[in-house]
Structures are given as C-alpha cells and as structure tokens.
T-cell receptor, first 117, second 112 residues
C-alpha cells in the first residue's frame, strides 16, 4: 500500500506562536505533496502544491509567508503556521503522489487538527 | 458558481438500500473523476477512479460518468452502517499535474 502519516494528529497552541505539521510518505517516495485545509462540514481546500527540492506553489488567497511549506526530501514535507491566530484553527490534511503527470492517485494523510486559543 | 457542485445532504438510508450520490461540474476540460470516502476527523480514502464516460464497477460500488451532461454518480449497493461517512467527488484536468478540484461532499448515514 501507500501510507501517508501526519504528526501531530492534534495540536493546541496559543495565539501568536508557530506550529509545525509534518507529512511523511512511509513506504514510497513522493515527488509531489499537497496541503489542504478543511473547515467543519466543508470540503477540502487546496492550499499549496509542494515538489521535492523546489519552492511550493500556493493557491490564490493563501499567504505564503504565513503558511511556510518545506519539501526537503522525497518522504517529508512540513507546513509551518506562523504567528497563528484563532481563525487559523482548522483541519489540515496532506496528500502525496508517487510520480508526476499521469499518476492520478493522491494518498491522503489522517489530518492534523489545529486549535489556536 | 463553484466548479464542482455536490448536494451536502445529509442522506439517510436504511441498511441494505442503494445509496445514490452525484456531482455536477462546469468545466468540460475535466478528464479524470474520483470518489473519496472520508470518515469524521480522518483523511479521504480513494474509492473509485474513472476517466471515460460510462460505468465502472468495483464490488458494491459503481461509478458513472456522463461527460456530455457534466455529471458523475456513485452508487453503493447493499449499504452498511459502516458506509456512513462523507463522500467527496473530485476531478482534475489532464494537464493539471494531479491537482484535484473537490466537491463539497455529501454526508451519508446508513441506519441499521
């Protein structure tokens, strides 16, 4: 199978602090990773696309200075929420694909619930 | 108007019934169509993937695509309480580099 893990699964932080979320592909090399945000009872909203060794591509309206994405290896991508505020509280989900172009399947992680107090 | 429309539900059915889900889309350039299942507070799990008009069957699941009407469907036969989840349709362009566009999701409740 293709397993994607996320850590932590749940984090509470104080307003103004930064939080780092890790996304790992456990049994395959992920050339591309995606970061999504999901509010309660809403669908997934793509935040950014991350390719190993290059800068992430952010979707329109997503602040790249606030949501820092690093894809330093073929098995690890991180999302850092800087100077978090209560409105950043959400469910963050990553996904990974094995290869570019024709590979259609995105393998999703279990998600990280962020609560900013 | 959203690119992909999906009735949010909830859709409540008795155990054993057929669950019928659908999505409409506006961009005729979408080439690949997927259905994901998401349990509460979990990541989505791929159920079905299709790229041509017609039906595709996998166990209790049947995916249907009608590109001329820009309409896709997912049918779940012999529904079980364990099928209670949110079902998300997703689609992508041929040249989008795997970037998916999701529908809003339909919450399904199968009552024993």
């Amino acid at each position: 199978g293709a397993v994607v893990s996320q850590h932590p699964s749940w984090v509470i932080c104080k307003s103004g602090t930064s939080v780092k979320i890790e996304c790992r592909s456990l049994d395959f090399q992920a050339t591309t990773m995606f970061w999504y945000r999901q509010f309660p009872k809403q669908s997934l909203m793509l935040m950014a696309t991350s390719n190993e060794g290059s800068k992430a591509t952010y979707e329109q309206g997503v602040e790249k200075d606030k949501f820092l994405i690093n894809h330093a290896s073929l098995t690890l991508s991180t999302l850092t929420v800087t100077s978090a505020h209560p409105e950043d509280s959400s469910f963050y989900i990553c996904s990974a694909t094995r290869g570019a172009g024709g590979s259609y399947e995105q393998y999703f992680g279990p998600g990280t619930r962020l609560t900013v107090t | 108007q959203k690119e992909v429309e999906q009735d949010p539900g909830p859709l409540s059915v008795p155990e054993g019934a057929i669950v019928s889900l659908n999505c409409t889309y506006s961009n005729s350039a979408f080439q690949y169509f997927m259905w994901y299942r998401q349990y509460s507070r979990k990541g989505p799990e791929l159920l079905m993937y299709t790229y041509s008009s017609g039906n595709k069957e996998d166990g209790r699941f049947t995916a249907q695509v009608d590109k001329s009407s820009k309409y896709i469907s997912l049918f779940i036969r012999d529904s079980q309480p364990s099928d209670s989840a949110t079902y998300l349709c997703a689609m992508r362009l041929k040249a989008a580099g795997n970037k998916l566009t999701f529908g809003g999701g339909t919450r399904v409740l199968v009552k024993p």
